[in-house]
């Protein structure tokens, strides 16, 4: 079972990035999606997307800049970053989980099933 995350990268401010995520070694899940941590903050969801209906939840922080996505053919899922503004600098990962939930703007993990590694999004002024 692995998570293989990659595009991570330094970008000037409003440029773009797309990252990628490999699924490898299963791929039932009910949710995949992304996940960042900056440097001296907690972990913020941004976005996932669900494997049997393909029905896309998203974070404020990524509304309207980020988009997911899902290549079922590559077992891939993908993060469309626009717009990326210096406060976007952290280390993304992509995670499967099961719970979840949009509260007042924030995409809540309540437990990830299987995390990949971190790809690191630098984005310069």
């Known amino acids: 079972v692995q998570l293989q995350a990659s595009g991570g990268g330094l970008v000037q401010a409003g440029g773009s990035l797309r990252l990628s995520c490999a699924a490898s070694?299963?791929?039932?899940?009910?949710?995949i999606g992304w996940l960042r941590q900056a440097p001296g903050k907690e972990r913020e969801g941004l976005s996932c997307i669900t494997r049997r209906d393909s029905v896309t939840y998203y974070a404020d922080s990524a509304k309207g800049r980020f988009t997911i996505s899902r290549d079922n053919a590559k077992n891939t899922v993908y993060l469309q970053m626009n717009s990326l503004k210096p406060e976007d600098t952290a280390v993304y990962y992509c995670?499967?989980?099961?719970?979840?939930?949009?509260?007042?703007?924030?995409?809540?993990?309540?437990?990830?099933?299987?995390w990949g590694q971190g790809t690191l999004v630098t984005v310069s002024s």
């Open positions: 070694g299963f791929t039932d899940y009910y949710a």
């Open positions: 995670a499967t989980f099961t719970y979840f939930r949009v509260v007042g703007g924030i995409l809540r993990v309540d437990e990830v099933d299987h």
